[in-house]
């Protein structure tokens, strides 16, 4: 079972201990990523494995380089409203076949599955990109 021990002496930032880790997150996002920043790059960095998976399952082979740029908006209240995914990786696909891949990742990634279906990421894609 996963565990973090957070741990915040004084102020908005907290230091986040993970098995032999250590992981700076301030609340201000003044001296470290801020809580929405580190969300979003745990989606991101957990659906790049996801997308690996996903592209031998899916017969799209080894995806080669993968870079994806992770975008949050804000409701009113500056809390998360909805994230979007732009996509791009060096292997060429056609559409159908990059579809089925983006659709097995996000039924692989644990990130994806932790977020109310709101939150589930918008995607565009390029493949071919590198």
């Keep these: 079972m996963p565990e973090v021990t ?65 975008d949050g908006d804000l409701n009113d209240d500056d809390k998360l409203d909805a994230v979007s995914f732009d996509i791009k990786w060096e292997a060429e696909t056609d559409d159908e076949t990059a579809q089925n891949v983006i659709d097995r990742a996000f039924e692989l990634c644990k990130v994806h599955d932790a977020l109310k279906d709101s939150l589930h990421a918008e995607t565009s894609v390029e493949t071919g990109a590198f």
């Design 6 to 70: 957070t741990t915040s002496e004084e102020g908005y930032s907290a230091e986040n201990d993970v098995r032999d880790f250590s992981l700076t997150i301030d609340a201000t996002g003044e001296e470290a990523p801020d809580t929405l920043e580190t969300l979003l790059a745990a989606y991101g960095s957990c659906y790049v494995p996801a997308l690996r998976v996903g592209g031998e399952q899916r017969d799209a082979g080894d995806l080669g380089k993968i870079e994806i740029t992770v």
